[in-house]
């Protein structure tokens, strides 16, 4: 964490130190926020956000979910998101934009709150750890459910609902594991605490949808959209537990884990216990378009202005 920086808190620029919220915020007791993970990274052509366009419009959608009115634009989040990597000095980052209910009225009725907003960017390796990225991690499938889509709205990122995520992932860690996968309500493959997930089987990629109260990641896109650019046929659909246990390959997007693939889930090699050439393939276009290798996907890049030259 860059202690030494700013973080851009309603509207202004303050140090580290003084990004504070009263005890009373709403969001503190009843998780009335949503927010987003981002990255940047160091390209060619500089510093530049992976689809930030993309993790802007799911933000103020998350927010619209739960009946909270941005009071900024999608422009004026994402120059304030530029300009506080520029004051980071870095030249890789994670970004939080959190937008969350503030102190007012106590009691479950939010909408007499007032909206805040918060950015934040930190140095963070990837989630699951390089040495996971490159050799794969060991899962297992949680006692825990995703929680579903008739109790609060799973394809919303809002903090509230990390409870679950963060069950699983106590869950996983202290029995020894690098990531809990959770099923969802009806016993079917859902996702990892933080990743979307895909499964290979003699060439093929299949990844749950939205019926299996997933939340709709921006990684998940961009690998279906390079698997399928690379010829393979990826299909969104329901996928039985055992379905793990048969798979040749799988691997885990997101944009913290970035593409992870998965060694071992419940103690059994997947495949052959390493990453297989398909996820290879597919995590090698990632990685160049992360960092600004791939033409074909610069669009996906929103690359940070330089810091204007002192007068
Ligand atoms: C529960 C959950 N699922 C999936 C994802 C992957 O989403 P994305 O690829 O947009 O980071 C995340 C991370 O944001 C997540 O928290």
Same mark, same amino acid.
């Given at each position: 964490?860059?202690?030494?920086?700013?973080?851009?808190?309603?509207?202004?620029?303050?140090?580290?130190?003084?990004?504070?919220?009263?005890?009373?915020?709403?969001?503190?007791?009843?998780?009335?926020?949503?927010?987003?993970?981002?990255?940047?990274?160091?390209?060619?052509?500089?510093?530049?956000?992976?689809?930030?366009?993309?993790?802007?419009?799911?933000?103020?959608?998350?927010? @619209?979910? /739960? &009946?909270?009115?941005?009071?900024?634009?999608? #422009?004026?989040?994402? =120059?304030?998101?530029? *300009?506080? !990597?520029?004051?980071?000095?870095?030249?890789?980052?994670?970004?939080?934009?959190?937008?969350?209910?503030?102190?007012?009225?106590?009691?479950?009725?939010?909408?007499?709150?007032?909206?805040?907003?918060?950015?934040?960017?930190?140095?963070?390796?990837?989630?699951?750890?390089?040495?996971?990225?490159?050799?794969?991690?060991?899962?297992?499938?949680?006692?825990?459910?995703?929680?579903?889509?008739?109790?609060?709205?799973?394809?919303?990122?809002?903090? @509230?609902? /990390? &409870?679950?995520?963060?069950?699983?992932?106590? #869950?996983?860690?202290? =029995?020894?594991?690098? *990531?809990? !996968?959770?099923?969802?309500?009806?016993?079917?493959?859902?996702?990892?605490?933080?990743?979307?997930?895909?499964?290979?089987?003699?060439?093929?990629?299949?990844?749950?949808?939205?019926?299996?109260?997933?939340?709709?990641?921006?990684?998940?896109?961009?690998?279906?959209?390079?698997?399928?650019?690379?010829?393979?046929?990826?299909?969104?659909?329901?996928?039985?537990?055992?379905?793990?246990?048969?798979?040749?390959?799988?691997?885990?997007?997101?944009?913290?884990?970035? &593409?992870?693939?998965?060694?071992?889930?419940?103690?059994?090699?997947?495949?052959?216990?390493?990453?297989?050439?398909?996820?290879?393939?597919?995590?090698?276009?990632?990685?160049?378009?992360?960092?600004?290798?791939?033409?074909?996907?610069?669009?996906?890049?929103?690359?940070?202005?330089?810091?204007?030259?002192?007068?």
């Amino acid at each position: 964490m860059n202690q030494a920086g700013v973080i851009w808190m309603n509207g202004e620029h303050v140090p580290y130190e003084d990004a504070k919220v009263h005890v009373l915020t709403h969001a503190l007791h009843y998780g009335t926020g949503v927010f987003e993970g981002v990255r940047a990274y160091d390209t060619p052509r500089g510093t530049a956000i992976f689809r930030h366009q993309d993790h802007i419009e799911r933000l103020f959608r998350s927010a @619209g979910m /739960y &009946l909270m009115e941005i009071p900024y634009t999608r #422009e004026e989040i994402r =120059a304030a998101t530029h *300009e506080t !990597i520029q004051r980071s000095g870095l030249k890789e980052c994670y970004i939080r934009p959190l937008v969350f209910r503030g102190a007012g009225p106590m009691g479950l009725y939010p909408l007499d709150c007032p909206v805040e907003v918060a950015i934040a960017v930190w140095e963070w390796g990837s989630y699951l750890g390089e040495e996971g990225k490159q050799h794969g991690v060991r899962a297992r499938v949680s006692s825990w459910r995703r929680l579903p889509n008739d109790v609060v709205i799973p394809a919303a990122k809002a903090t @509230g609902q /990390y &409870l679950n995520s963060v069950l699983a992932k106590i #869950e996983a860690d202290k =029995a020894g594991y690098e *990531e809990g !996968i959770l099923l969802d309500h009806r016993g079917m493959v859902c996702e990892g605490t933080g990743e979307n997930l895909f499964v290979v089987k003699d060439g093929r990629i299949a990844t749950p949808g939205f019926t299996s109260s997933i939340l709709g990641g921006i990684n998940r896109l961009s690998a279906i959209e390079i698997a399928r650019d690379l010829g393979y046929e990826v299909v969104e659909r329901d996928i039985a537990r055992g379905e793990l246990y048969l798979a040749d390959e799988i691997f885990m997007t997101g944009t913290a884990a970035e &593409l992870t693939p998965l060694r071992e889930i419940d103690d059994q090699p997947v495949g052959e216990g390493r990453p297989g050439p398909v996820t290879k393939e597919i995590q090698n276009v990632f990685e160049d378009a992360l960092h600004g290798r791939a033409e074909r996907y610069a669009h996906w890049l929103d690359v940070v202005p330089a810091p204007a030259p002192a007068p």
